[in-house]
Antibody, heavy 118, light 108 residues
Framework: QVQLVESGGGVVQPGRSLRLSCAASGFIFSSYAMHWVRQAPGKGLEWVAV????????HYADSVKGRFTISRDNSKNTVYLQMNSLRAEDTAVYYC???????????WGQGTLVTVSS | EIVMTQSPATLSVSPGERATLSCRASQSVRSNLAWYQQKPGQAPRLLIYGASTRATGIPARFSGSGSGTEFTLTISSLQSEDFAVYYCHHYNNWPRDTFGQGTKLEIK
């Protein structure tokens, strides 16, 4: 069964850090780019970051560049999002997603909620 | 930066009728355009990619068209389960992807 499962969300104070994880199963993880997409409460989808299949390339939305780092461990079938210097506007459900059988994001996790609040 | 603009923001349609949703890109995205459906509390579900290719398991009442800067998602005969929010997505846009702001499809 193809699956992405996020973890690591929670409540964190502004300026602090949090690391999200996304564990993959049911497909050849090391063959596909992995993305993070977020959704603030009541708002639309915002693309956050991507890491290439081998981890050699990463790209970020301007809103998180310099604060967030995406990485992956293909031996553990897991992608990470290290979030530093968190702000209230980073409050959102964070999804990992990947284009596996289609050119767009056909596989999504269930999401993990990050709340940045004092 | 490519901006994706969806219209209308909200569309009210009766069950059984046709719904037409639009997505416009600020510059050509060729056919690198996808559509997703999202229901409350759920992750998005891929409907269409390549502007017009239905994803696996998506009913034939969903169709996509367009290329370049103008795209349309058509739902031919609305079922109760189709009322949701729909997003367009410009993908393969290294270094970054872009989503539209969404269209809420509601029951009239």
């Amino acid at each position: 069964q193809v699956q992405l499962v996020e973890s690591g969300g929670g409540v964190v104070q502004p300026g602090r850090s949090l690391r999200l994880s996304c564990a993959a199963s049911g497909f050849i993880f090391s063959s596909y780019a992995m993305h993070w997409v977020r959704q603030a409460p009541g708002k639309g989808l915002e693309w956050v970051a991507v890491v290439s299949y081998d981890g050699s390339n990463q790209h970020y939305a301007d809103s998180v560049k310099g604060r967030f780092t995406i990485s992956r461990d293909n031996s553990k079938n897991t992608v990470y999002l290290q979030m530093n210097s968190l702000r209230a506007e980073d409050t959102a459900v964070y999804y990992c997603a990947s284009p596996v059988w289609a050119a767009a994001f056909d596989i999504w996790g269930q999401g993990t909620l990050v709340t940045v609040s004092s | 930066e490519i901006v994706m603009t969806q219209s209308p923001a909200t569309l009210s349609v009766s069950p059984g009728e046709r719904a037409t949703l639009s997505c416009r890109a600020s510059q050509s995205v060729r056919s690198n355009l996808a559509w997703y459906q999202q229901k409350p509390g759920q992750a998005p579900r891929l409907l269409i990619y390549g502007a017009s290719t239905r994803a696996t398991g998506i009913p034939a009442r969903f169709s996509g068209s367009g290329s370049g800067t103008e795209f349309t998602l058509t739902i031919s005969s609305l079922q109760s389960e189709d009322f949701a929010v729909y997003y367009c997505h410009h993908y393969n846009n290294w270094p970054r992807d872009t989503f539209g702001q969404g269209t809420k499809l509601e029951i009239k």
